[in-house]
């Protein structure tokens, strides 16, 4: 009797239509149920209106039965939470962390593999891993693929790159869900490798808007031992199903139980500052692992950096890639080495007067006459310095000035030769006190027929993290896997690139306008990005009057992308004399803060604007950052995050009535006013324009 | 007219029939010309014989017009050369180096490529390698394939293993060079990872004679950054073709010029004791580039291994090859863990005791739960001791009994892994006096899709030779590509085993009788190999009543492996219990040098017999050791090698009169004669038996 109650029990479960799960505040609603054939499947409503339409899920095994039929369910667990925690870094001093989550577990008949499906609902979004406990019948497993569905309801407006396995550094596309088109676009944009998988296949974190005015975002969390997930989209019918990037000989992921897939996420809300200022990803991944966090320090710095991409000096001593030159073992000075050490010193006098934490040198190592675009293994050992370096001399310079020198290790992708010498590099860091390293992957990868997104470099990137910590060294990736919130669990990965960065506007079509206002929506929901902002000389042709390219933007946007673009790493990127022509635009960039207490996006719009004011940690001093896409935008923001009662200065960098970033970038107006809590201002953002301001509590 | 002449010139030079380059003695010619369609190719003559028929050169490029037609001589350059060099460790103190250089400098049409082919032409035989010198027209390029013939003129019988990726522990095939089949052979045989390549595709080195009784090798030398070389036979026109092996993608080597090809060998004689002794693989290789060798020393070793292959106790701690146990993060012992401290003492006892250097212990380290067949990448750390293993006192009491302890590093074929961690690893070596390390490969390689014999892993095991050389370690490495003589440029690389060693015999189909009387013609040509001799207890049914496995020899054959498998680094592989129960034996591996002024090879025929003397170095000791396959053997010995008017103490140790391999393998006799130079020995050797004899002069 006790059984046949079970077994009705057992059925009624998985007869069920559906289990229900609801966000906290009840706003958005997950339903999961089996499907007939036993596929687990799963719906998401906001506000009681399908969006994400019944989508199936499921793993598939090499060489074993595909784990995404013949399920039963075994148990159905529910569970609330709601914490709050501090990261050491970020956007505000305190996240909070709460969701309703189910817990689906499965079991597959004939093979009695067990996998379990949990859902979390935020109000923000839903999230959903696979979780495979540890079992007899599932040890050792490799993944062939993963057939998660997102299935859409309706074409939305969609901003999307293409799914390359090597890059995401491509321009945002939008679109029309249903005009995704891959091979449309313009390939001639300055990517070094490309590995474009299929015609419909781009990349998330993909920004949706419904045509009724709904924010989708689908991306992933906690990406770690997995590959990167792009998605395969299927145009005519509006579904998405997730496609991992592949390893050398096809296969996706090795693993071992009890393991845990990353988090698939979708994010929804009718108004998109719920979704840009969401701490879902973050709050997905775990917590801290970092005991002693004193040494994570936030950094602006500037660098032997832009001058290489106008082309003022070269990252190389003898000869730009042409290995000619390397290969007699003699390397004979082209003079046009920028990272030399009276060169460093200049830039170290630079960052003191100014009140900076950091320089940057790149180039200062040998390698870099054979470096890009060779497959070659051997090309850095990130200790030998380049004859004009002197790592001794630097080091003292630093030392006297208060600076702290960021190390540089280019790569060139080849990943085995960089995990071989890591140890070596990381020691002679702590050596000449370097307490962060930029790292570079520009390159196809070695190991040969990896990917920058497989599973293979995930863990590179994430090693490298780990690696960091243990010599308490702060960590900023370019040309890695994008990040999808690993730094709250290593919060000395401190920031990357991973997306396209302002160096593309120096030597190639560069990034449109638009392009600063889509980042917040899709990258950087995963971490921190060291964007290089602050370039003040726009256009190309000051350096070199046959040169057409530039920066997309006016000056002030500049300025403003220090607070629109998170990050606790912020570079001013221009050159020295560059700042000098405008030091009173520039003390913008001396006075923002890099670490917050708290912070607020007023007014957003993926692809058109975004405005945000954020308070800096411990202070009473907040900054407000404001963007616009090509056209020109006014509005009106009320003060009323400032405490009341208080009285404020408010120094407000804004386009010149006449500026456009196209013509007349460059024109700007500084006015200061006293304002409080009650106040308004009127901001006017040029085309391609922005609005930068400091507020300063009058005593 | 200067211009007119040098034309003519240069037409006479790619017309002549052929350039003719003789070995120092005459014996061997080597004819090389320009085919009409400009493809290089050579013939061989031994005592005017042709050898090896024409055979054409040439490497094929990945995208780039292949490189073995449309070639122009440019130039043609005859050189001699001869010197002595002292090898740190070695079968004789003093290797001569001497032979005949042609080299052909070509260009090829069209492309404009140069390349040059080396020839050189020794008294055993003839050697040639691509070079690419620096040019314009090609600097990184990548290898498809190398198509380099060596066709041969008869029907030989051939001593041949298939052409594997990933192994060289098989059985030697003894057939016609016509009935070579590999898929005719039985892969029942113990080795865990198999990726036989093609029916017809061997392995080299490939030890051959003709039907008229010439001894014919191919081999290849100074393989560096560059794949191994199978070869694949054209059974029905005797004709063999280099078969690179590739990468994960496909591709073969990664190159950048200038640089050049390992170099091709073909060795030959009438005497098969040319060959057997020739050190024309080592005197292709680079000279040593270790300034401090002193640290080179050679080793005889005890240690904990064998008593895991017998089943007496277990690499690992809490449960072999079930991860279940590990997963937990709590292992739990199973009781039989062989690497304990109390264990290793005891090892250390026998070792002092016995006079013996060092002591090897396996399962040291934490991951051997799950360290083989799971493709899993972080299985080891290197670092990190079970806890039944205290590394500080293992140290300690180590040290009081002048015992040198050798660190073990098993890999599982996660060479990323092992890449990440060697510092590491290597610091912990220094920092608790281990100065030798014992590596292992054993499962498919990660990088995933790469292969043992690959580029990858061919640099791989280079590159750890030299990291050692940093740390001042000695390298023994097992499952690695087989040595082609990089000994003598990194001899701290010491010894290694990369073929089919006497571990087979305890738990698979084993080792035939044959199989040592081969190795020294193949194997051992490109270096010492730690073939782990020693084994008193024969039969495995003296640890298990059911277990039908067995050494095939006899005991005293084990002892004569100590002096015809050449190694500086030698186990006495068998229990402690075991020796000490048969002292008067184990004598002789207490006695038997490890280091050799001289060697001589007295009587060779691959795969039936091999008689070598060594006289140890420094010193009027000399050590014969005589092997046979299945067959018994009898055969008289002069002793003239002896220095004369000297008299020696001859300890004989031989197969007792009934003994054999099978039936009685332990059963032995000693006897002690006094000889001088004008003696004569009588051997006796058993099927599958052996001769050892140590000579100790009388003052």
Redesign the interface.
Known sequence: MKYFLSTILFLLLNMLYAQNTKSPSGTIALDFKLTPSGQPSYVVKYKNKVIISESTLGIKLKDKPALNVNFEIDNLKNSSFNESWQPVLGEQATITNHYNELVVALSQKDTHIKMNIIFRVFDEGVAFRYDFP?Q?DL??F?ISDEVSQFNLTEDHKTFWIPGDFDSQEYVYNETLFSAIDTQKIDLNNGIGVKSISGKTTIQSPLMMKSPSGLYLNIFEAAVVNYPIMHLDADVKNYKLTSHLVP???G?KA?L???CVSPWRTVMMSDDARDIVGSKMILNLNEPCKIDDTSYIKPMKYVGIWWEMHVGKSTWDYAGSQN??NA?DGQLKPTGKHGATTENTKRYIDFAAKNGFDGVLVEGWNVGWE?WFG????DVFDFVTPYPDFNLDEVRAYAKAKNIKMIMHHETSASV?NY??H???AFDLMKKYDYPAVKSGYVGKII????FHDGQ?MV?HFN?VARRAADYKLMLNSHESSRPTGYSRTYPNYIAAEAARGNEFNAWSNGNPPMHETILPFTRLLGGPMDYTPGIFEIKMSYYDKSKTEQVHTTLVKQLALYVTMYSPLQMAADLPENYEKYPDAFQFIKDVALDWQDSKYLEAEPGDYLTVVRKAKNSEQWFLGAITDENARQSEIKLDFLTKGKKYKAIIYEDAKDADWKKNPIAYKISTVEVTSNSKIKLNLAPGGGTAISFEPIK
Chains 1, 2 share one sequence.
């Open positions: 540890k007899k040890n050792y490799i390893n050398a000989i296969d090795y071992q139980a009890p290995a000619q290969a054979d060779n497959w070659k293994e085995a995990e071989r890591l140890d070596r190991p040969r027929g990896e293979t863990n090693f």
